[in-house]
């Protein structure tokens, strides 16, 4: 009997809270898109990071000549993102930002078209 209860409890445990699937929010974002700027020039060949470590989501994009990029929304799902910059050349943006530990950005992405411009300082 004892046996039988701790297979159960064993059984349950495992099939509880246990899923393959991807975090797949209720609603989505129509579009992403922005641009990365310091000191009113454009960030090109930067990699934008993304991570939401509570849905275990994380995302990279690269901008462009122009310091723009653009994401498509089953790549990034609405939420917070911790984000950091890796640019090409190190001096295009401030060392805090270029850090998964020191950057302070905290990007939303919301249902609906987001327009994430950002402007280094």
């Known amino acids: 009997m004892k046996t039988l209860f701790l297979l159960l409890v064993v059984v349950?445990?495992?099939?509880?809270?246990?899923?393959?699937k991807p975090y797949q929010p209720k609603k989505k974002a129509k579009s992403i898109a922005g641009t990365v700027t310091f000191n009113d020039k454009a960030?090109?060949?930067a990699e934008i990071r993304f991570?939401?470590?509570a849905h275990g989501v994380s995302f990279t994009v690269k901008t462009?000549?122009?310091g723009k990029f653009t994401v498509a929304p089953k790549d990034l799902p609405?939420?917070?993102y911790s984000?950091?910059?890796t640019p090409a050349n190190p001096k295009d943006v401030p060392k805090q930002y270029q850090s998964s530990?020191?950057?302070p950005l905290i990007l939303e992405i919301k249902e609906g078209s987001n327009d994430l411009n950002i402007d280094l300082k």
């Open 83 to 85: 984000t950091y910059i």
């Open 64 to 66: 462009d000549a122009e």
């Open 101 to 103: 530990l020191e950057s």
């Open 12 to 20: 349950s445990v495992l099939t509880c809270g246990c899923s393959n």
């Open 43 to 45: 960030v090109a060949n």
């Open 51 to 53: 991570s939401d470590s």
């Open 78 to 80: 609405i939420g917070s």
